[in-house]
């Protein structure tokens, strides 16, 4: 068991005493765990990337869905999904700021010598390897388009 599912199972025999908002969405990440086990068939437990990578397929489902809500007209559920991603923020890591991704992103590109718009896949995916999950992609694509971009 990794630290973070210490934590969470922690945090949730708390939440669970205390009757805290917070319960159904702790009680969602276990479950999300445990679905990961066993789709991984992973029997002796999932590594601390992998449970990382849960954390961070939750979180994003919770920020896609409070857009959809906005969009919607409806802010009072995106309020609420917000409020379920802070809980879910809360057992990630800190990543590195954007300011460390742009300096990684140009010295990968300065290394493999990439330029032009086919650079991007290539240039994304070993940014992504660099961070090891540690930074979303998205935020990684886009700051990749936009270095390449520049002339």
Do not use: C, W
């Not at 802070?86 to 140009?106: M, S």
Request: hydrophobic share 40%; no cysteine; proline share 3%.
């Amino acid at each position: 068991m990794t630290e973070i599912e210490r934590r969470l199972e922690a945090d949730l025999i708390t939440a669970t005493r205390s009757k805290a908002s917070e319960l159904t969405v702790l009680r969602l990440l276990k479950s999300a765990l445990h679905n990961e086990k066993i789709a991984k068939k992973a029997s002796d437990g999932l590594a601390e990337t992998e449970v990382i990578a849960v954390f961070r397929r939750e979180l994003k489902k919770r920020q896609e869905a409070a857009g959809m809500y906005e969009q919607g007209g409806r802010p009072e559920l995106a309020a609420k999904e917000r409020g379920e991603a802070e809980v879910i923020a809360r057992y990630l890591p800190q990543g590195p700021n954007i300011e460390e991704v742009k300096k990684v992103i140009i010295r990968i590109k300065q290394e493999q010598g990439l330029s032009g718009a086919q650079a991007i896949g290539p240039l994304t995916k070993a940014t992504m390897t660099h961070f090891q999950g540690a930074v979303d992609g998205k935020t990684v694509s886009d700051l990749v388009r936009e270095i390449l971009s520049q002339p």
